[in-house]
């Protein structure tokens, strides 16, 4: 599968119709040269429900769904939490195949909640998040990314995310 973009409606970056461009864009062009492979914009679930029409001109759904920034969720509730944006976003997409392209738990930064950071939580979380699904979700990351920027907004977790870290 191709992605054309990651996040960047839920970032206010651009645009569904603007999403909607790339998609076309990119699977006329992959086209030109033999790919007839699925093409999607990945984004979170809350900006594929508001912008359904971004699923319209994917193959299939493509979202990035992390239930550490829910402060109610705690790490052992991660799997349920992820399970039941998929069927929020299944609903606002029906038909579409639907992969989470990035779900995981961090392993330091800062608590906010029942969303503990720790190497403990992230073992918890991913074990349930292992425990929920068995295909069409992608554990994000196998090493910390240091070249990333921490702050507020992402409770200051942004770098660690690396299971194998």
């Known amino acids: 599968m191709v992605s054309v973009e990651n996040e960047r409606i839920n970032a206010r970056v651009i645009t569904a ?9 990119a699977r006329d062009a992959l086209g030109s040269v033999g790919y007839r492979g699925p093409v999607g914009a990945v984004e979170t679930a809350p900006a594929i429900i508001d912008n359904p029409a971004v699923c319209a001109k994917s193959d299939l759904t493509l979202v990035n769904i992390h239930a550490f920034f829910d402060p109610h969720t705690k790490a052992e509730d991660a799997g349920k939490f992820v399970k039941s944006e998929v069927e929020r976003v299944k609903k606002a997409c029906p038909g579409k195949r639907v992969v989470v392209t990035e779900s995981g738990w961090p392993h330091q930064g ?21 425990a929920s699904f068995t295909q069409d979700l992608f554990l ?5 990314s240091e070249w990333k920027t921490d702050d507020a907004s992402t409770f200051n977790s942004e770098k660690y995310w690396g299971v194998l870290s």
Do not use: E
Not at 17 to 25: L, N
Not at 110 to 130: C, F, G, L, Y
């Open 17 to 25: 119709s603007d999403a909607q461009d790339s998609i076309a864009q």
């Open 110 to 130: 800062d608590n906010h909640d029942q969303a503990v950071a720790s190497p403990s939580a992230q073992k918890a979380a991913i074990a349930s998040i292992r």
């Open 140 to 144: 994000f990351n196998a090493f910390d």
